[in-house]
Structures are given as C-alpha cells and as structure tokens.
C-alpha cells in the first residue's frame, strides 16, 4: 500500500483534501429548473437549459451540468424539455371588473336581442331582487346590426331595475323601471356621453358619460364582493401564464383592498394600477401622498384618462364622418384645457399618464395634448391605450415624444367585419397598426382589455402574429403587414410590458437578479405550427419562485 505523506509533503495534501471537499459542496437555493428551453428575452435572446432560484429571485442561469453541479436544493423542477417563458404581464385589462362580471349575467352568447330576454329570464335572479344586471351584448354580432331599444325588457321585467351594459363597457341600456328610479332627465345635457334617441323616441341606451346616470343608482359591491371577485381573477389569470397584470381605472378603495389583500398573501399576482380619473384620486395620490407608490406586489404610478368611447357604439371620435352614420363623428370625453391641466399635474408629480383613444381625431389630440407637455424625447413613459385609428401624419409623435403604444391584438381580429362597415376600407387601413407603432420606438406592449375580449394572453399572441381570430379568420390574416413577429409578440407581452410599467429592472427576462415569475407551456409557442399555437396549455405558472399553478 502506497502512503500519499510518503511522496506528497504535507501542504500539497492538504490542498488537494480541500479540492475535494469543495467539489462535492454545492450552495443551497430555493428552487432548481431544469431540462427544458428556457427564453430569457434578454437583449441577446439567450436560451437556458436551467435556472436556480433563491429567495424569490433567480441566482443564475445555464446549461443543465452548469446549474446541477454547482446548486442544490429540496425542490427540483424536470421540465422535460417543455418551453418556458418570462411570466406573461397584460398591459390593459379591467382585473376587478372581470371577477365581478362574475355575479353578473353573461348576455355575450346572445345572437338577437329576443335572446337577450330568455337568457336574463333563466338567470338565477328572480323578479323581487331590486337589480338585475347582465354584460356583454353586441348588436354587431346579430342579424340586424342597429342599436335595440328597451320595449321588450320593460314588457317582461316590470317590476325590477334591468340594466345591460355593452360589450365595450361604452354603452349600457336601462329598462323603463330603472330609469325612473334613477330619475333621469332627458333633457339634461351630458359632456362626453349622450342618451340615445331614435325617431323621436328614446331607447334606454345611454352612451359613456351619459352612463353615470343610471350607475351611479346602482348598489356598489362592498368589499367582501371585491374580494370574492379579485381572488377568482387571480385563479384565472394564474391558469393562463399571467403574473402580472395592468389594471386600468381602479379607485383609492379598490388600491388599498389590494394592497391588504396582497400584504396578507392572498392575492399574489403583481398589479400596476391605473388610478381612475377623478376627484378623490388626484386628492389623495397627487396633492397629499404626492409621489407614486410601490411595494413588491404594487405599483401606483399612472392615471387612466378616457379621450373618447368606442368604434362598436359610435362614440370613437373620427376626423371624417362614420361610413354607416352620416353626420356623426362620435366625441372627445375630455375637454382639451382640463385634460391638460391634469396632464401638467402628473409631469410635475411623476406619474405616467395613459389615455385611451380610439379615433384617429382622438388619437390626434391625444399625441397634441402630449406633445404641448413633453416638450422633447424624455423617459416618462406616457402611453396611449388602444391606439385603434391614426392618421399616418401623426405615427411620428410616438417616436418624437417617446410615447408608448399600448394595443390589445384581439380587437383587431374581433372588429375588422363590423369596422369595414363603420370606416370604409380606405379609412381601415389606418387602424390596427401594430407593426407600424412598434417600428416607431421599436417597443409596444400587448394586452387584452378583458373582460371585453377573453382572458387567454395565446389569444393575444395568435392575433398579434397572424392576425386571425379563433376561427382562422380572415383566411390571410387582416391587414397582415401590420403583424407582429413571434419574437416581438412576446416581447410585447413580456419586458415590453415591463417597461411600459418602469418594471423592466424586476421582471420581463430571465436575468440574474429578477423576479421569479414564469409561464411553462405545454407547446413552444416560438415554434409551433400555426395550427396547434391556440391549443396550448399552461403547465406551471411561477410567481416569485412558488408554483401558484399546476396543470
């Protein structure tokens, strides 16, 4: 038997027992992610084969041997060569909204407005309850497109206060009963909004602003309802790969339930919060707290300001007139003095300011009203919500101004029937543009506005690539030179989004240092075949390194 002290000295053995120990030591972590194709969407779009993950951010990445040989850990995830993304952000979306659509009645199957009456007849609610409630009507949808009229909801619900909003959340139609228990005067005069008369008679459509006058009769959901509504929205959003989301037009009340609910774990999907436009708001975030506020969860940074309503009801305001209704133009929300006076306001504070526009008018004075403020190319990160019409003259502002797109794909590939009838097809070729906003600032970031369009951020992927609906249709894609390509689609829905919110140094890549939150998907969705992309299934979803979804 040979000795090592015999032909090693004594320091060299040493050093070489240490060797030996060290190779054998790994550093313990929370969660180690393996064998799959990780998309870090960092600037150099490398690909991973694994990630270590500790105290709810990663630690490193690389290939598998890399990761496995020098960490350890309790908690190891095979991913079986499955693709897996940045945890999905939607940029636009009505989160609270959508969990209290929920205790509301789904009128969005109805093909007529005669189906409209039998699906709130078979609701669970009865004729003593004082409100019924349904959403999501669209006359575009039906044989006959024209705007219905309330003579049917009066004849079968006399005694209870029947109000339906559209689908856009733009127009709502209120029963006979409900109208003079909220005593309407028709001959009030309403800024931004109008009560919808036709051939002298009205109809019981109220139209934005004019909205206020029946909603604000209707009892408010108290916070045990809003808590039942956001955990139920965070189990859906969770079930689709999301883990942050975009919250546009939340109340002081509705931020702080939030915020407790997150503090207590309950709620543990990240929220940007888009402060509605009012009073109360600026009071408390602007003139007393004075600075946005973020925690790990939360962040109050932005005000959602509406500049004009929707192509479906008419109320997007256009530089020429709509194609099907002669000598209207539909109309601006804000007035233009006031709407800048606020956007001075929230320069001065710090706070983003992110306006939706739909008309090419509006989209138009929107990028005015910006660009009188900016001044010059800056990082305030401003955006424009939807971005649905624009005059080619005005795409430059976006670039001049550093102005931020924000689009949902799903509108295009849900509007491009009914629009062609309400622009003409000369005037449509300006709308949709999402290639041609991108190629501004080369960044745009991608939403859903659900529930006006459904959950599923694959659905905002599909649309954003091949400009087609779920059906396929149109058969070569709408407009298909304003696609997106794979690569920036997700983009869009992940660090661009991230940028869009000033979180881009937390989230939106697989990078040392970030958040944890990420999507597996059973197809990789940067490669898949066009026909299999729709089908896909989220397999984890990944929120600050704790699985909060497991198919």
Known sequence: ????????????????????????????????????????????????????????????????????????????????????YPGFIDAHCHFLAYGLQTEMVDLS?????????????????????????????????????EWPNNKLLNVNFSNTNVVIYRIDGHALMANRTAIKNSK???????????????????????????????????????????????IKAQEDCFSL?????????????DVDLIDRLQKTNELKIKVYAMLSDNQENFDYFIDSVGTPLKTEKLNVRSFKFFADGSLGSRGACLLKSYSDKKKSFGMLLQEENSY???LIKLKEYGFQACTHAIGDSTNRTVLNSYAEILKKSNDLRWRIEHVQCIDQKDLGRFRDYNIIPSVQPTHATSDFKWALLRLGKNRLLNCYRYQSLFEENNIIALGTDFPVEEINPIN????????????????????????????????????????????????????????????????DILKEKEASILNTKVIYTIVDGSIVFSN
Request: proline share 2%.
């Open 1 to 84: 038997m040979i000795h090592l002290k015999k032909i090693l000295p004594n320091k060299l053995i040493l050093l070489i027992f240490l060797f030996l120990i060290s190779c054998n030591y790994k550093i313990e972590v929370d969660l180690i992610i393996h064998n799959g194709i990780l998309y870090s969407l960092d600037d150099n779009n490398n690909i991973h084969e694994a990630i270590a993950i500790k105290n709810n951010k990663i630690i490193a990445t690389g290939k598998n041997n890399q990761i496995l040989n020098k960490f350890q850990s309790i908690k190891k995830m095979d991913l079986k060569g499955k693709a897996m």
């Open 109 to 145: 199957s109805a093909k007529s407005f005669n189906e409209i009456i039998e699906i709130l007849k078979k609701s669970d609610k009865t004729e003593r309850e004082k409100w019924l409630i349904g959403y999501g009507w669209d006359q575009n949808q039906w044989k006959e497109k």
């Open 184 to 230: 309407i005067n028709f001959d009030t005069i309403i800024e931004g909004g109008h009560i919808e008369k036709i051939n002298n008679e009205f109809t019981g459509i109220f139209i934005d602003n004019a909205m206020d006058l029946i909603v604000e009769n209707i009892p408010k959901p108290n916070d045990i309802s809003k808590k039942r509504a956001l």
């Open 241 to 253: 790969g999301l883990t942050t989301v975009d919250i546009a037009g939340l109340n002081k009340e």
């Open 340 to 342: 800048r006076q606020k």
């Open 460 to 523: 905002t992927f599909y649309a954003a690539v091949f400009r087609k609906n779920k059906k396929g249709s149109p058969l070569n894609g709408f407009q298909i030179s304003e696609a997106l390509s794979r690569l920036n689609a997700i983009k869009g829905m992940t660090i661009w989004a991230a940028l869009a919110n000033f979180e881009e140094n937390e989230k939106g890549t697989m990078e040392i240092g970030k958040c944890a939150d990420f999507v597996v998907l059973e197809n």
